[in-house]
Nanobody, 121 residues
């Protein structure tokens, strides 16, 4: 069982940066692939990025490569999402998730409550 708590969301102007954090409970954090997903108003939830348990592998949504960076600190049971050059279309609730395999997003079955990111123009 993994419990996830996101933080770091807020209001930022276009072009600005934010770093989201997701703190996980439990002693088996490094066994889980971790990911970030987002859901904008009126849209379905979409994939942002995932990272393997040891942090060696990462996957990104093509549209976000170069602006967003996922990382993790297994000593702190925390995964991060650094977001740069933010655009109004990045406005969404951002969710942290955990699963057994970086390539199997369909198996990510532990979810946080989400943190709101709002980018003003």
């Amino acid at each position: 069982q993994v419990q996830l708590v996101e933080s770091g969301g807020g209001l930022v102007q276009a072009g600005g940066s934010l770093r989201l954090s997701c703190a996980a409970s439990g002693r088996t954090f490094s066994r889980y692939a971790m990911g970030w997903f987002r859901q904008a108003p009126g849209k379905e939830r979409e994939f942002v990025a995932t990272i393997s348990g040891n942090g060696a592998s990462t996957h990104y949504a093509d549209s976000l490569k170069g602006r967003f960076t996922i990382s993790r600190d297994n000593g702190k049971n925390t995964v991060y999402l650094q977001m740069n050059s933010l655009k109004p279309e990045d406005t969404a609730i951002y969710y942290c998730a955990a699963g057994p395999d970086i390539s199997r997003r369909d198996l990510f079955n532990y979810w946080g409550q989400g943190t709101q990111v709002t980018v003003s123009s």
